[in-house]
């Protein structure tokens, strides 16, 4: 997911021209359960490099999900894999549990659930345009792999489609 948000970030600065700032997890969590990459998008300056609160949230593990749950605003969009188990609707949040590994699983290639996840975020959270998303991610990928990564995010994108709101 940090590749995520590196991607995410290269498209609202580059392709659509808003400011930007991603900040992510060193050290041994980087590749574990709990890895974090923060974006913050902005049409105006960017006064300090953390979000205090996240108005989008993806989380693909429980550990994740329990660890930084509570850094997201009462309003947050919250995606979650459906094998994360969101007990209580964390404050007024809208949280949607989407089948983000299973479908990257299914692209018949390792690697592809941040492109999953990311076609999932262009539609719940449009803040980053879809167009901006696929050029960054084109630019984030082997040369000649572009079309497996595209067709990931696509995958992802119609998750965010035919996403309802979970009941609590």
């Known amino acids: 997911m940090i590749e995520a948000g590196l991607i995410l970030q290269e498209a609202a600065a580059i392709y659509d021209d808003l400011n930007a700032h991603h900040v992510q997890s ?3 969590d980087a590749r574990g359960h709990s890895a974090r990459s923060e974006v913050i998008i902005s049409d105006g300056a960017i006064d300090y490099p953390k979000a205090p609160q996240l108005d989008a949230v993806v989380f693909t593990t429980q550990e994740a999900l329990e660890r930084y749950s509570a850094d997201q605003k009462p309003k947050a969009i919250v995606i979650v894999d459906a094998e994360v188990h969101v007990n209580e609707r964390p404050g007024e949040a809208s949280v949607y549990a989407l089948d983000l590994l299973k479908t990257a699983d299914a692209q018949g290639r390792d690697g592809l659930a941040h492109a999953v996840a990311l076609g999932a975020l262009a539609k719940l959270c449009p803040v980053v345009s879809r167009t901006a998303l696929e050029s960054a991610l084109k630019d ?29």
């Open 26 to 28: 060193y050290g041994p």
């Open 140 to 168: 984030h990928v082997p040369r000649g792999g572009e079309d497996v990564y595209l067709a990931a995010f696509d995958a992802g994108y119609k998750l965010g489609e035919a996403a309802q709101p979970q009941e609590f």
